[in-house]
């Protein structure tokens, strides 16, 4: 069943203009409160976070009201990362966390992931009632018992010490000089405030949010004003966080970048040695390097695919009993520390086995050597189908073909804007190119 609301993570779209206008918010915020007290009972609460979106002020407070409007308590957290949110719904015993972001899209965008009392984000049953609710009519309480909203001062701290906690006791990070881009988003004081605390000498970046600059020149999606602090200041490495601060990229003492399959690489093969890693098993998408998978199978570790997007990266953990998984572009999940990606927890373990071997992050950042890969993406407008198109399926299976096993293509739409995402896998790079090349100019000839 197509969704109209529902993407990969959550509801996503421009600030503004439907679905992310404060009337739909508002719906889905009453929705959410009407599936989490499906008993009647008093005395249920919910959770939110934020980033630092300018919209954010405008979706937290629709949201607040819709939540309200069914007879929920609301905790207003402020400006927290997403993993925050998922620690902070149990923790406070919540049967609902909301966190607003677009995570790595521009300022312009906003967006709203839901997650259980459990602290996981909601399933596609779970999405498809709310959106469902949303969509129709949702029924009010009576005035004597709509909720009640308050701000919760100290949500970054109970975080801030949760981070810390998953960082070896053992160890410090006194001597590491350690770039930290925050994206100008969530992580703006959270991430700085942990490294240093453990001993870091710290290099800020990313950490002036004014409601318009997130993810700007900065962060996850934009490495290279980190790496050009790393060559400027003589630093040891560089995290890198989106505006939301779910997923990480690393950058080593020279400037280069290092991905989320170098980071699952590193650690699913010190996992394994240290008998930590359940399932000898790590679970990631289908957009996963194959010199990642032939990286894994020659120390016995198995790779368990996934569709894209962390959620299901964590639903596949979950069924499988697996504690470590991610994404490429860098959501590392880890159940024994969070319930979704949690970029400062992953960057930190990779300081921690920095300090552990004494080895550069330019040597723990190359564990295999990638097989070529390219993506593309083509952007397309309201209602087009560009997939359906006879002419882009022909070319789908024209270059099948010729890459005749030899390669691997994915094509696939974006489940978080309008784009189609069109990448293939081959050692022979001029093949590579002409195969997506050939689909990408049948999408756009489609659109």
Same mark, same amino acid.
């Given at each position: ?24 918010? +508002? ?31 405008? %979706? ?117 000089? *350690? ?23 710290? %290099? ?41 601060? &779910?997923?990480? %990229? ?23 040695? &240290? ?79 920095? *300090? ?35 002419? *882009?399926?022909?070319?789908?299976? &024209? ?31 001029? +093949? ?16």
């Amino acid at each position: 069943m197509t969704r109209k609301l529902f993407g990969t993570d959550g509801v996503r779209g421009q600030a503004n203009s439907y679905p992310m206008t404060a009337e739909m918010a +508002l719906r889905i915020g009453a929705a959410a409160g009407r599936y989490f007290r499906r008993d009647g009972a008093a005395g249920h609460r919910v959770v939110i976070g934020k980033d630092t979106r300018l919209s954010g002020y405008m %979706i937290e407070n629709a949201l607040t009201a819709g939540l309200t409007s069914t007879g929920m308590n609301v905790l207003l957290l402020g400006p927290v990362p997403t993993p925050a949110v998922g620690m902070l719904t149990p923790s406070m015993r919540a049967d609902l966390g909301v966190m607003i972001s677009a995570s790595h899209n521009p300022a312009e965008d906003n967006g709203i992931k839901l997650f259980g009392p459990d602290g996981f984000k909601l399933d596609d049953t779970a999405e498809r009632a709310i959106e469902d609710m949303a969509l129709g009519v949702v029924e009010p309480v009576q005035a004597t018992n709509i909720g009640r909203a308050k701000r919760i001062d100290d949500g970054r701290f109970r975080y801030l010490e949760r981070v810390k906690s998953t960082f070896p006791s053992a160890l410090r990070l006194d001597g590491l000089k *350690v770039v930290i881009d925050c994206a100008n988003g969530a992580a703006y004081r959270a991430a700085p405030e942990v490294l240093w605390e453990l001993g870091a000498e710290v %290099i800020p970046l990313g950490v002036e949010p004014n409601g318009l600059n997130i993810n700007s020149g900065c962060g996850s999606t934009k490495p290279e004003a980190a790496a050009a602090k790393i060559r400027e200041t003589g630093a040891d490495v560089g995290i890198c966080l989106d505006g939301d601060a &779910d997923r990480v %990229i690393l950058i080593d003492e020279n400037g280069a970048v290092a991905d989320g399959d170098q980071i699952m690489a590193l650690f699913a093969n010190r996992w394994a040695e &240290d008998g930590r890693l359940k399932g000898a098993t790590l679970a990631a998408t289908v957009m996963s390097n194959l010199g990642l998978e032939r990286f894994l199978a020659d120390r016995s570790i198995r790779l368990h695919r996934t569709a894209v997007g962390d959620r299901y990266v964590v639903e596949a953990m979950r069924a499988n009993g697996l504690n470590l998984g991610g994404e490429q572009s860098g959501h590392i999940v880890m159940t024994d520390y969070a319930t979704t990606g949690d970029g400062l927890v992953a960057g930190l373990q990779f300081l921690a086995e920095m *300090v552990r071997t004494g080895k550069p992050a330019s040597t723990l950042t190359r564990s295999f050597e990638k097989v070529p890969q390219l993506l593309k993406n083509v952007r397309y407008g309201a209602g087009a189908t560009p997939l359906e198109a006879p002419a *882009v399926k022909q070319a789908i299976a &024209d270059a099948e073909a010729r890459l005749d096993g030899s390669g691997r293509l994915l094509i696939r739409k974006s489940g978080t804007e309008p784009l189609i995402r069109v990448m293939a896998e081959a050692e022979d790079e001029g +093949l590579m190119t002409e195969v997506v090349d050939q689909i990408v100019g049948a999408v756009e000839a489609s659109v």
